[in-house]
Structure formats: C-alpha cells, structure tokens
C-alpha cells in the first residue's frame, strides 16, 4: 500500500490545557464532545498508512460561511462552499462488519471500565517500565490523557458535522475576533478538512486563520501546534518540526505539537530521532496517537511483533468509535503488509463496525480482497473511494486492477484514474503542498518516466526516508539507470522495514544490475511476504523470478 502521510492518528481537541477563559462558546459547539479522527494518508507521504488516513484532529470544522462584518476573514475565502455530505450506499454493512458489530456492542461497557489499565500497561510497555503513570517530571499527572476522546471520527465529518462546526467558529469571531483561541481552532479546522474532503484548496484558509492567531497572540502554542500540523499537511516536514518545537517550548504538553513533532522526524527519516520523541510523548501525553505513531516507527525498524503488539493494546484501550477504526484499521494495514489477508480483513471488519464511513479502512478492505482473490469484491470498493476520494493511493490502485483485469474498456478506465492522479497533484500544488513524493511514485509506473525522475530527486534533496530512497531508486529504474537506482533500493530496504514493493524494486533493479543471486533471493522475499502487493508489480515480479530460475 501506498505510505502513510502525517495526518495519521486521532488526537484529542482539548489536548493543550487550555485555561477555563480560552475555552469559547464556538470551540464547545465545534465538538469538543464528539469523537475523533484517526496514516492516514490521504496523499501517499510516509508517516501515515495509505492515503486518506486521519490528520491531527482540528479543534473546529471545515466549512464556509459569511464573512466577519469587521473585515476579518474568518472564512479566509467567502466564495467558496462548503463540501457536500457525502451520500451512502445503499448496497448494506457486509456480513463480516455486522458480525463484529454486534460483538462490539455487547463488549462497549466493559471496555470503557477496562480503559484506564490497558492504557496504564500499554504505557509502561512502550518505554520499558521507564514511564510513570501520569507522566514523568514536574508536568501534571494525566490520567485522562489515555483516551484520544476529543478528535472527529473521520465519517462524522464527511457528513457535515464539520460545516456546522465552522460555521459556529464564524459566528463567534464575527462577535469575537480577537479571540486568538479560535482563530487556532479555525485555522486547524481547514486543515482537517483539506484532508476529510482531499481538497488542499483549504490549505490558504488556515494558513490565513492561523497566521490571524499569532498576530494577536504571537506565543500562542495552539497557533504553533496548528501551523506545524499545517506545515506537515503540505509535506513542509522542516518546517513543521520547527514550529512543532516552538509549541512545545511554550506548552511541552500539546498533544498535536508532540505527534507532529514524531511525524515529521519519520518523514525526514531521523528514525532514532523519532523513536526518541515518541518516548517522550508517551511520557507526557500517553494515549492513542503516541501508541500508533510509536508501533509505525518500531515497524519502520522491522520490529513487526513490537508492533503488532503495541496497536493490539491500543485497540483494547480504544474506546471513541473513531479510536477503535483508526487502530483497527492500523492493524489491518500492519496485517496486509504481511501478507495476512484474512487478518487484514477482519480488522477492517471491526473498523467499519465502528465507523462505516471510514476511507482509511473502506481502501484497505478493497486491496485486501484483491489480495485475497476477490477483484470483483475489490475494484466495487475501490470505485467507491475515489468517487468519494480521489487521492492517489487508491486511483492507482484502481488503475492497477483495470489493467490487471484486461476486459474491454479496462485499459482506457485505467488510463482515467492515473490522469486523476496529475489532477490531483496540480491541485495539491496550488494549496501549496509539496506533491514530489505521491507524483514520483505514480508517474514512474503510469506517467511521465522523466517527470518522475525529477519529482524523486526534488524529494530526495529534502528528506532522507526509506520511501524516498524506493520513489529514487524506482525513477532511475525507469529511466534506464540501474547501476545509480541500486544503493538508493539498497538504502530503502536497509532499516528492516518489511516492504514487499520495495524489495520487488530492489530485485527488479539487481537483476538489471547483473546481480541474479541477489535479484532471485529479493524478488522471492517479496512475494513471500505479501503477493498482492500490487497486482501489475507481482506478475512481473513472479516473471522475473521465473526467468532468472531457468537461468541457473
């Protein structure tokens, strides 16, 4: 699947201490009540899972709305509407998801009694018993801090809760506005909705909303978390770790400042740097987002058991119906990549029960049904995300299995869904995102070779990761340039991270290097680790492997 991106995990919305006089009417009404966020990835960056998968939870919704009479735009563009609600289909919850329902509903009141222990365990678990409950120095005790209670569950928001939301922001700065509080929150807002609705479009609204609120409070940390998760949104990751730490000398509790902060070290592959600032955060902000972003940097180090282990017992301290299909759907993706299809699916089984709207997981069942045998099963699922979500990660996955199916019309189908994916990135460029990575990484199978070339060396000279060395690596594949491609294929495979695209890439280019044992031993780890990793990549992959078998 497609990498993660930084808009990964669910966070809380009263994350940062507010002060009882910063917390305004319009922030209460924003929903500091409801659920949560919860990868992922919406654009294919690699902190989160696979395209679409939930961002730093805004403390406000998206939307549009009038206008401050004052001239101050909270709206930051008045002209533009709110997105739709999405509509549902009307084709049911499969069996799967309706079994794992009911079981979750028997089992609700025990796990939220159960919450405070696993969580308390899970913490001690992740540092080696280094961690006290509560936190560890001067900083306040923080039993609550175990639950990520305070976020958007992703399908709420798709439903246009997110749209009243703002529009009780607006109101209130239209009466208030110099209330810098809620101009964060706005701001942050727009950022969630660039990533519920793919639309980077919003991304000038919050930086218009955010910059607002360091004007009128210039050291205000929900200004600096909001504008480093920002930052990260458009793949900014210096930058987002810089403003990140900003927040964090003004409050080292805000739990957005402490996740972006991880998600931008990954991003910049500063692995240990990551594992280090996770550590940090579980000993002041325990909880969900710290647990998933700490299980991907120990699977990024190919500690899957580790984990595995870790997001299992976050799953038992989920309590939020948006906690429980981020985590599950972790789990599902931490499956597949192993080649566990069946495990897989019964994750997003229970992700769905919790929130049937979910993208993160409606993506990732329908690969796992390719995977496991069922096109017909996977191209319905997949046609259903992007018509809702047109976001490379699953129009390339679309595109592929057109292909791979071979009926008429299929390759012209597929050639629609990769056009998409240029649409999308122009439009990625013009919120001011960083699209490098998520250009490179299709236009290299399904575009121009050359532009992919120069996107991945555009990305490359930013950040160093494991993902950027497979998009380098694969352009100068293409481009016919083996021989430079081989230690950036080398380098992307060299932390363990078990990745069965990449060891293709890295046997694909050992065979064009002359390096058959090499080639053989790679091309077969792949496909031993998980087969379906994409149905175009495996058949050639399966291919290459038989000729280089006969020619022994």
């Known amino acids: 699947m497609p990498p993660r991106t930084t808009d990964s995990a669910p966070e809380r919305r009263d994350d940062d201490h507010p002060r009882p006089d910063q917390e305004t009417d319009a922030e209460r009404s924003a929903g500091r009540t409801q659920g949560q966020t919860g990868p992922g990835t919406g654009t294919g960056a690699e902190a989160g899972r696979d395209g679409g998968a939930p961002a730093e939870a805004g403390d406000g919704h998206g939307g549009s709305g009038p ?90 928001l798709a439903r246009g809760d997110l749209d009243s939301g703002i529009g009780s922001l607006q109101k209130h700065l239209r009466a208030q506005p110099r209330d810098f509080g809620s101009w964060a929150t706005l701001g942050i807002a727009y950022v969630e909705q660039a990533r519920t609705n793919g639309d980077p479009s919003r991304y000038p609204q919050a930086e218009r909303a955010l910059k607002r609120s360091l004007e009128l409070d210039p050291g205000n940390d929900q200004a600096l978390a909001g504008r480093a998760a920002l930052a990260a949104a458009r793949h900014d990751f210096t930058g987002a770790l810089k403003d990140a730490d900003r927040a964090l000398r003004q409050n080292p509790y805000n739990e957005r400042a402490l996740c972006t902060r991880i998600d931008a070290l990954v991003e910049l592959g500063r692995y240990e740097d990551a594992a280090e600032a996770a550590r940090t955060a579980d000993g002041r902000r325990p909880g969900v987002p710290v647990f998933t972003r700490y299980a991907y940097v120990k699977e990024l180090r190919g500690d899957v058991r580790t984990a595995r282990d870790v997001l299992e017992r976050a799953l038992e301290a989920a309590d939020s119906p948006a906690d429980i299909a981020y985590v599950a759907t972790a789990l599902g993706q931490l499956a597949w990549n192993q080649g566990e299809y069946k495990t897989a699916l019964d994750h997003y089984a229970r992700a769905l029960a919790a929130d049937e709207d979910y993208l993160p997981a409606l993506e990732g069942r329908a690969r796992a049904q390719a995977a496991n045998g069922d096109r017909t099963a996977a191209v319905e699922g ?107 294929a080398r380098r992307a495979t060299a932390t363990g991270y078990r990745n069965a695209a990449f060891l293709y890439h890295r046997g694909i280019i050992e065979r064009a290097t002359g390096n058959e044992r090499e080639a053989r031993d790679h091309l077969k780890a792949a496909l031993d680790l998980n087969s379906g990793f994409s149905p175009l990549g495996a058949r050639e992959a399966r291919t290459a492997l038989k000729d280089l078998e006969g020619s022994r």
């Open 382 to 488: 997949l046609e259903q995300v992007v018509a809702r979500f047109p976001l490379p990660g699953p129009l390339v996955a679309l595109g592929e299995l057109y292909e791979d199916r071979g009926a008429d019309g299929d390759r012209a189908k597929a050639g629609d869904q990769y056009a998409l994916v240029d649409a999308w990135t122009s439009l990625a460029r013009a919120g001011g995102v960083n699209a490098d990575l998520d250009s490179a990484m299709a236009a290299a199978d399904h575009g121009d070779k050359k532009e992919a070339l120069r996107a991945a060396r555009a990305e490359w000279n930013r950040r160093h990761s494991v993902h950027t060395a497979d998009a380098l690596a694969w352009a100068l594949h293409v481009n016919g340039r083996d021989e430079e491609a081989l230690p950036y």
């Open 67 to 156: 206008r401050p009479e004052n001239g101050d735009d909270a709206d930051a563009d008045g002209s533009t509407r709110p997105h739709a609600p999405s509509e549902k289909n009307d084709t049911g919850v499969d069996e799967r998801v309706a079994a794992v329902r009911r079981a979750a509903d028997g089992g609700r009141r025990w796990r939220a009694a159960h919450l405070a222990g696993c969580a308390a365990l899970l913490a001690v678990a992740l540092t080696g018993g280094a961690v006290a409950l509560g936190g560890v120095g001067d900083g306040p005790a923080r039993v609550e801090a175990v639950s990520a209670g305070g976020a958007l569950a992703p399908g709420v």
